[in-house]
């Protein structure tokens, strides 16, 4: 069975502070995909890496995905309010994605 | 253009009540799938659709849950004989259906919220 565990389970930081968050797994993954999802609402996809190695930046956030393609990381510089929410990886199978058990971040002003 | 719905948005039913949650995926996506969320929790996949026929459905927790969708269309998740445990965030998503799974996006619904008394 495929899993993926993330860490840390909740985080509470003050804006502007840095902040990364794990994801791992035993298994290899093809692909990883980061999401958030905010109150109420479906989650949100942040990036996919594709590639062992690979790092992706999206304005303030980075992405990385393991050499082996077991882990990856998400990375936040400056963190604002807006950040707050709930960040889920998520590794492909065959036809679909297994969700990691999520990473609840709250960022206070 | 219209996004993926769900409905009801919430749902609260009396244990041993059969309840039928609604998904409209966007147009034109092949495949469609059902999540459920538990508070504050990450999502457990339950089955998935490729055009109207479902190639897994291991993750349906039990024979109580079933699913079907018509054409590419509407999907409908039926839980029978609701227990407490089933309350929880029902989510679908629905993409393109393109393959590697890498190149594929979900979108996905806000969710239907079911508590079970």
């Known amino acids: 069975t495929q899993l993926l565990e993330q860490s840390p389970q909740f985080l509470s930081i003050q804006e502007g502070e840095n902040l990364t968050v794990y994801c791992n797994s035993s298994?290899?993954?093809?692909?990883l995909q980061w999401y958030r999802q905010e109150p109420g609402e479906g989650p949100v996809l942040l990036v996919t890496?594709?590639?062992?190695?690979e790092v992706k930046k999206l304005k303030r956030l980075t992405f990385q995905f393991g050499d082996a393609r077991k882990d990856s990381s998400l990375h936040i510089t400056a963190a604002q309010t807006g950040d707050t929410g709930l960040y889920l990886c998520?590794?492909?199978?065959?036809?679909?994605?297994?969700f990691g058990t999520g990473t609840r971040l709250k960022v206070l002003a | 253009g219209a996004g993926v719905s769900q409905s009801p948005s919430n749902k609260v039913t009396e244990k041993g009540k059969d309840v039928e949650l609604r998904c409209d995926p966007i147009?034109?996506?092949?495949?469609l799938y059902w999540y459920r969320q538990r508070l504050g929790q990450g999502l457990e996949f339950l089955i998935y659709?490729?055009?109207?026929?479902?190639?897994?459905k291991s993750g349906l927790p039990s024979d109580r849950f079933s699913a079907e969708r018509t054409g590419e269309s509407v999907s409908t998740l039926t839980i029978q004989r609701t227990q407490q445990e089933d309350s929880a965030v029902y989510l679908c998503?629905?993409?393109?259906?393109?393959?590697?799974?890498?190149?594929?996006?979900?979108?996905f619904g806000p969710g239907t919220r079911l508590t079970v008394l």
């Open positions: 298994s290899v993954f093809s692909s």
């Open positions: 998520a590794g492909s199978g065959t036809y679909k994605y297994i």
């Open positions: 147009s034109g996506h092949t495949a």
């Open positions: 890496v594709v590639t062992g190695g």
């Open positions: 659709f490729q055009g109207n026929s479902a190639p897994d």
């Open positions: 998503a629905s993409s393109l259906g393109l393959a590697p799974l890498s190149t594929d996006t979900q979108y």
